[in-house]
């Protein structure tokens, strides 16, 4: 994977932490004659002077016992660096690649108690700070109430955002929004643009469940129940639709076999 900027492509920690794995246990497979000696292999079996069932089988057995041994005794890569220590409690403080993404956390492997921080978008486990790491912590923030509910903003898997009511709207970034200065009043007015932009893409709601909606989406109207998705016919209008048949189409969805990944040619 790589992060794009300007035109210009740089890897992300994930690839960065991928890349130093392969390296450290593929070593002769990731070396440029690698390639070249292959190519030249290939040459040989064109021309008739290399049979190519001998050629795959020197190759493989070696990578097998390598996959092998890999996957036996090789440890998890995070990528991890030691920052240093919280300035406070003198918990360890670090930076790995997590389940989610790159990220801070206070307190060491045999620590109990351990926090967690998801990375700002543009920073990078190869270059963060002690400082930038504990300003991490410093989220979620509390900005102030609107209608009585409180707003918050905080960093989360997908970037930063403000929370209002249980609904996430994320923030700006481009337009120079940032989780640790964006004020209530900014808040607010991102609040119910997303409020707005919801209501406008909602079509129908059903007294039965509320949770089952009818939606106006990017490729046309859909039904939304939970986690799934269920599409609508293209000859019905879905104002139109009723309860019982929003819940032939939901089994439909339900029922229909899964397709499995294109193979990349």
């Not at 390639?35 to 049979?51: C, K, M, S």
């Not at 390598?66 to 030691?82: L, P, Y």
């Not at 016919?233 to 029922?255: C, F, G, M, S, Y």
Request: aromatic share 8%; with cysteine; proline share 5%.
């Amino acid at each position: 994977n790589a992060g794009q900027e300007r035109g210009k492509l740089f890897p992300t920690d994930i690839g960065l932490v991928v890349n130093d794995f392969l390296l450290e246990h593929f070593q002769n497979i990731l070396d440029y004659n690698f390639t070249a000696d292959v190519e030249g292999e290939f040459d040989v079996i064109a021309r008739g002077q290399l049979d190519w069932r001998a050629m795959l089988k020197r190759f493989y057995a070696p990578f097998k016992e390598t996959v092998d041994t890999t996957m036996e005794h090789a440890e998890r890569a995070s990528g991890e660096r030691i920052l240093g220590v919280h300035p406070e409690s003198g918990a360890q403080i670090l930076c790995r690649i997590g389940r989610y993404g790159p990220m801070a956390q206070i307190g060491g492997p045999d620590d109990e108690e351990k926090q967690y921080a998801s990375l700002l978008p543009g920073q990078s486990i190869e270059t963060l700070t002690l400082e930038e790491a504990l300003d991490l912590f410093k989220l979620p923030r509390t900005l102030g109430e609107m209608e009585g509910k409180k707003v918050t903003a905080a960093i989360g898997r997908f970037g930063p955002y403000v929370r209002y009511d249980g609904k996430f709207v994320s923030l700006k970034v481009d337009d120079g929004d940032d989780p640790y200065t964006v004020t209530l009043e900014r808040a607010v007015e991102l609040i119910k643009a997303k409020i707005e932009a919801d209501a406008k893409a909602l079509i129908k709601v059903f007294e039965e469940d509320e949770t089952v909606r009818v939606l106006n989406g990017r490729y046309g109207p859909y039904i939304k129940a939970g986690k799934l998705n269920a599409k609508i016919p293209k000859e019905e209008k879905p104002e139109d639709l009723t309860w019982e048949r929003v819940q032939e189409l939901i089994e439909e969805a339900k029922n229909r076999p899964k397709r499995g990944r294109r193979k990349k040619s």
